[in-house]
């Protein structure tokens, strides 16, 4: 039934999607602070992406064909709690990554793809109903930390400090319920799509 219909002792009438209803988690921060879902997140931006095009012209007439998919990064931004401390965890996230200030000639180590995705772990972000059930997930494919800024301080403000990472990945996959009409006909199959439909 449509989340518009009148509810005449209908139960199964559904809320549409709300944009405060959110998890996010990092697998990495599980062992750092005692839990994957960052309880502290504040925003989160989902996945986007953006096909690319080329052009070709003749005569006055102008063709476009698509072509390679480029997924665009997303922004989390998250309050900084004394306990976890966010700063000190984000800062040795990046070390894990492969990066340390230079001690001498010999400081040859450098960020790796391997080293940066794997410090961070799977980041899942995944928009829950009213009873805290996932209705849509996102699962990021090899995502690193491409930029943080640690908050700005002003004695004129006593709002809370806020964090803010930016996260870099290959690609997403999609996840949701399955529903009436949400899917078309020429969805494509197999373990590795973007688009996957779990059961009722």
């Known amino acids: 039934m449509a989340f518009w219909s009148e509810n005449f002792g209908d139960t199964t009438i559904k809320d549409p999607k709300r944009n405060f209803r959110f998890t996010v988690e990092f697998s990495s921060v599980n062992s750092k602070t005692g839990g994957s879902i960052l309880w502290y997140a504040k925003t989160v931006t989902k996945p986007a992406y953006t096909i690319e095009e080329a052009e070709h012209n003749y005569l006055n007439h102008t063709f476009y064909y698509p072509g390679s998919v480029k997924w665009e990064t997303i922004t989390i931004s998250l309050v900084d709690p004394v306990d976890p401390d966010m700063a000190a965890t984000l800062s040795a996230l990046v070390q894990e990554s492969g990066y340390a200030p230079p001690a001498d000639t010999n400081s040859l180590q450098t960020i790796s793809k391997g080293g940066a995705a794997g410090a961070l772990g799977n980041v899942v972000i995944s928009q829950i109903d ?4 996932p209705i849509e997930t996102w699962t990021l494919w090899n995502s690193w930390i491409k930029s943080v ?3 700005d301080l ?3 403000n006593d709002d809370l400090t806020i964090l803010e990472m930016e996260v870099r ?4 996959k999609l996840e949701t319920k399955k529903t009436e009409g949400s899917v078309s006909t020429g969805a494509a199959a197999g373990s590795q799509t973007f688009f996957a439909v779990s059961g009722e």
């Open 130 to 133: 009213g009873l805290g059930v």
């Open 149 to 151: 800024k640690y908050g």
């Open 154 to 156: 002003e004695y004129g």
């Open 169 to 172: 990945y290959d690609w997403a």
